[in-house]
T-cell receptor, first 115, second 118 residues
Framework: AQKVTQAQTEISVVEKEDVTLDCVYE???????LFWYKQPPSGELVFLIR??????QNEISGRYSWNFQKSTSSFNFTITASQVVDSAVYFC????????????FGSGTRLQVQP | GAVVSQHPSWVICKSGTSVKIECRSL??????MFWYRQFPKQSLMLMAT?????????EQGVEKDKFLINHASLTLSTLTVTSAHPEDSSFYIC??????????????FGPGTRLTVT
């Protein structure tokens, strides 16, 4: 069975602060995908990143960066110099690498960025 | 990226009536579509997986007679909530996935449908 844990229910920061959202996962698969999605108040999921389990290279995209540590089963997400527009719920998710590939989502972290 | 639409975006219905939600892949053929449900301030939970031309596979605890899923074509899947009750009020999100040739197995999410049962 797969499981994704996002222990931080809600985080509040002031604009321009850096913030890291934690994600820990469990799976018996040797290969799998990890994802991060943003869900603004409108409800529509915004895809942020997909990472293969065999690619442990960290990734940076603008103010966003992701740290994948297979040894600790973690896939953390950092927003640098946060902005008010970053306020949303962020979900970490996991899927198998083959077969059906349905996503198992974490419980989400609500990020509030105060001006 | 590919586009997935859902219709309607929101719907209010009376208890006991049925509601149909459509999920369409607009620019690729979706061999597999997933239906998720999200209660307020909670995570997305997979309800069922549908493959074109075959019966849907439901997750444990999801009533197949209540949530009818039809994946009639490679671009359309429908979810019908039958005899809706207030506890069915939720945000329903579909996602569509093509084969390797059409979408590299990527999964694309629709914008969601907010159902309120009064």
């Amino acid at each position: 069975a797969q499981k994704v844990t996002q222990a931080q229910t809600e985080i509040s920061v002031v604009e321009k602060e850096d913030v890291t959202l934690d994600c820990v996962y469990e799976t018996r698969d040797t290969t799998y995908y990890l994802f991060w999605y943003k869900q603004p108040p409108s409800g529509e999921l915004v895809f942020l990143i997909r990472r293969n389990s065999f690619d442990e290279q960290n990734e940076i995209s603008g103010r966003y960066s992701w740290n994948f540590q297979k040894s600790t089963s973690s896939f953390n997400f950092t927003i640098t110099a946060s902005q008010v527009v970053d306020s949303a719920v962020y979900f970490c998710a996991l899927s198998a690498y083959t077969g059906r590939r349905a996503l198992t989502f974490g419980s989400g972290t609500r990020l509030q960025v105060q001006p | 990226g590919a586009v997935v639409s859902q219709h309607p975006s929101w719907v209010i219905c009376k208890s006991g009536t049925s509601v149909k939600i459509e999920c369409r892949s607009l620019d690729f053929q979706a061999t597999t579509m997933f239906w998720y449900r999200q209660f307020p301030k909670q995570s997305l939970m997979l309800m069922a997986t549908s493959n074109e031309g075959s019966k849907a596979t439901y997750e444990q605890g999801v009533e197949k007679d209540k949530f009818l899923i039809n994946h009639a074509s490679l671009t359309l899947s429908t979810l019908t909530v039958t005899s809706a009750h207030p506890e069915d009020s939720s945000f329903y999100i579909c996602s569509a996935r093509g084969d390797a040739e059409s979408s590299s197995y990527e999964q694309y999410f629709g914008p969601g449908t907010r159902l309120t049962v009064t």
